[in-house]
Each structure stands twice: as C-alpha cells, then as structure tokens.
C-alpha cells in the first residue's frame, strides 16, 4: 500500500524542530511522495532544496518516500510578484525536482492581495507553465467566475492542471472536470459541518483525475480520534483522508490508495516504482 500527499507546506515554520520525525511518521503510514507546494519565491526555493537534500539522503538511506517541489506564488502572496519574482519562479520551473508551477490562483475570501494584482500574477504563472512540459498547481476560493475564465484561456497550452484542496459546489466541480483538471481533496471532507457536500461530490470525479492530500500543517480532520495535541496536520495523516474519500466513493482503501498514487505520480511526471508504489487497478 503506498500513498501520496500532494500538498505538504513542509516550509511552514510548523515543522521547523521536528521535520525527520514527520517524515519519518509518514513513511512509516505508508506515505511514498509528498508534494511540497511553493507558495512565495522563498518557500519555493526552500522546497527545492529540501527535495534536493532528501534525495541525498534517501539514497544514504535507501528509504520509499520521495519529495519533489512546485515554483510558484500564492494569491495571498500576488502583490510581490516582481518581474524578478517571476524569473525566480521560471527558472526554478526547470529544476528536476520541480514537478508543477504554482501555487497560482486566486483567492477572494480573504484578499490579502488585491486582486487585480492577483489576476496579474496568475497569468504570468500561467505563461509561464505554457513554456515548460509541468503542469500548474491552483488555487482558487471564492473566485470561480475569474479564475475558470482566465484558466480556459490558457488552458490549451497547459501540460495539465490541479486544483488542489476542492471545497466547491456540483457546478465548479463539473466545470472543472470540463477542461480536464485533476481534482484533490483534504481533511475538508472529513468536516461534518462544511465538508458533508463534498462525500458526494468525490463520488462525480472519475478514477484517474482524483488525489488526495493533507495541506498540512493546516486542516487537521475533525473527525480524527485521538488529535494530536498540537493540532497540527501532517503528512502521515493523509491515510485519514484516503479512508474517507475510500468510504465515500465506495472503495476499498487498498484500491483508492493504489489508484491516487498512479493518477499523482502520472501527472506529475513521476515514473511508478514496481514493489514501492503499491499500484494495483488504476486507470490514471
């Protein structure tokens, strides 16, 4: 059984004094790549050498769990998009251990930045993956109409596109997988209070679109019994999802893990690995 987190902020200052030991947890719940996701030119960077520093020390230690990296800028973070950030991020697109660009998008419920520089900083992430073989890695809340409007634009001449942590409704949902995105969910599902629509919905996005991720250190499932005392999300409990979404869609958890960890790995460019990856039926 192998699983793959596609959205670990493993930057965050969260996992400053405890990284090897949650990476550890992972591996050992069975865990085989995490994603982890750029948000600023800083953390992008970061990623990247973390990725890099893991793979040295992976093959030390001959262990399964990979990390690769994404190039890109949050919406929270549009505002110090400079042209210089930019060249940051498309020259980092080119690393080996970058899979997508992003995290891009747009996000309107908070507005941490304005949105027209939002919009702006989206675009040119967009063009930016429009010159490399890597997909793009989104991000969009509260800003539907706008981001699927500048995404179909683009979307030609994209390798592909995620739309990572879904919270939306039916008709985002379908639209979405109308312009053949993959879809991931989290510990959102998990939330009984504003997670209960998304059971159903999982049930809509077909074998071989859909991933599953923690976003960690953010959305601990509120349905996990016992909660670390810290409250802090993590890799390792992306199996917690993988149950739930397993559950929801009517799958056995062996058969959802194996299928996920195909459709990630095929997306992100990743080549399965015979007797690590866990790869059973899948149609990714």
Not at 45 to 70: C, F, I, Q, Y
Not at 157 to 166: D, E, R, S, T, Y
Not at 173 to 183: K, P, V
Not at 255 to 281: I, K, Q, Y
């Amino acid at each position: 059984m192998s699983l793959v987190d596609i959205a670990g902020n493993l930057t965050n200052k969260a996992f400053r004094e405890d990284l090897p030991a949650v990476l550890e947890r992972a591996a050992g719940a069975g865990v085989s790549l995490i994603v982890v996701a750029g948000v600023s030119t800083t953390t992008s960077h970061r990623g990247w050498e973390m990725a890099s520093d893991h793979r040295s020390a992976r093959n030390a230690k001959l262990t399964p769990l990979e990390l690769v990296a994404t190039s890109g800028i949050h919406p929270h973070h549009a505002s110090q998009a400079s042209s210089q950030a930019l060249v940051e991020v498309a020259d980092l697109a080119h690393k080996d251990l970058v899979v997508a660009i992003g995290e891009c998008g747009l996000d309107y419920n908070r507005d941490f930045s304005p949105r027209d520089a939002q919009r702006r900083a989206f675009e040119a992430q967009l063009e930016i993956a429009s010159g490399t073989s890597k997909p793009v890695y989104l991000h969009e809340r509260d800003a539907h109409e706008d981001f699927t409007k500048i995404l179909e634009r683009w979307r030609p001449k994209l390798a592909g596109g995620l739309v990572h942590c879904f919270t939306g409704d039916r008709k985002t949902l379908e639209r979405y997988l109308a312009m053949d995105l993959h879809i991931g969910f989290t510990g959102w599902l998990c939330d009984e209070r504003r997670g209960q629509h998304l059971r159903e919905l999982v049930r809509l996005v077909p074998r071989g679109r859909i991933m599953v991720e923690t976003d960690c250190p953010y959305i601990l499932p509120r349905d996990m019994s016992p909660k670390p005392k810290s409250g802090r999300n993590e890799p390792a409990f992306v199996a917690h999802v993988a149950r739930a979404v397993a559950e929801a869609r009517g799958e056995s958890f062996e058969d959802l893990a194996a299928h996920t960890t195909a459709t990630a790995r095929s997306f992100f460019g990743l080549p399965l690995r015979p007797g690590l990856d866990g790869c059973g039926r899948s149609s990714a």
